[in-house]
T-cell receptor, first 114, second 116 residues
């Protein structure tokens, strides 16, 4: 079985500050990991994903995430927050064992203060 | 290339009525997923379909909910005899291949169902 835990349902940062959104996963098979962003009244959009290979993954809008197997984590970071980054962020996990589900975390809402 | 399309975007129903939500996947995508999002909650998987086949419906409530993806036309999520607890945003996603793996899912804008 797979699961995702996002620590902190709400995170607030100042514009220009570091963004750190935490995600821990549980998976009995090598995981595929994703971060999606959701702007108000819109669907989800892929930020980045980890499948295999390099554990530091770069995505759109300056975001990156690092897969740490020993910590079962896939935290999302951005060096400098912008007002336009205010949105809800979802971490997700899937596997390659033939299961079809992608399991989503509960989401973290990011607020950016001027 | 149009993205995933969902209609209607907003749907209001009274208790006991039926709700039909439509999803047209991206061109070339033959895999469709439905999710439900309740306020302040993440997305909950409901069902995964390929053309004319339900592959995984483990997230679907046992009663009143059904889904189809016919050979022609959009995928339909049908909710019979709606109750207030069905009020939520319903998202459809599609992928070109099975999504239980490394492939990204492309999401539609969602249908927001309100049950009065």
């Amino acid at each position: 079985a797979q699961s995702v835990t996002q620590l902190g349902s709400h995170v607030s940062v100042s514009e220009g500050a570091l963004v750190l959104l935490r995600c821990n996963y549980s998976s009995s098979v090598p995981p595929y990991l994703f971060w999606y962003v959701q702007y108000p009244n819109q669907g989800l959009q892929l930020l980045l994903k980890y499948t295999t290979g390099a554990t530091l993954v770069k995505g759109i809008n300056g975001f990156e995430a690092e897969f740490k197997k020993s910590e079962t984590s896939f935290h999302l970071t951005k060096p400098s927050a912008h007002m336009s980054d205010a949105a809800e962020y979802f971490c997700a996990v899937s596997g390659n064992t033939g299961g079809f589900k992608t399991i989503f975390g509960a989401g973290t809402r990011l607020f950016v203060k001027a | 290339n149009a993205g995933v399309m969902q209609n209607p975007r907003h749907l209001v129903r009274r208790r006991g009525q039926e709700a039909r939500l439509r999803c047209s996947p991206m061109k070339g995508h033959s895999h469709v997923y439905w999710y439900r999002q309740l306020p302040e909650e993440g997305l909950k998987f409901m069902v995964y379909l390929q053309k004319e086949n339900i592959i995984d419906e483990s997230g679907m409530p046992k009663e009143r909910f059904s889904a189809e993806f016919p050979k022609e036309g959009p995928s339909i999520l049908r909710i019979q005899q709606v109750v207030r607890g069905d009020s939520a945003a319903y998202f459809c996603a599609s992928s070109p291949r099975a999504g239980g793996g490394m492939n990204e899912q492309f999401f539609g804008p969602g249908t927001r169902l309100t049950v009065l």
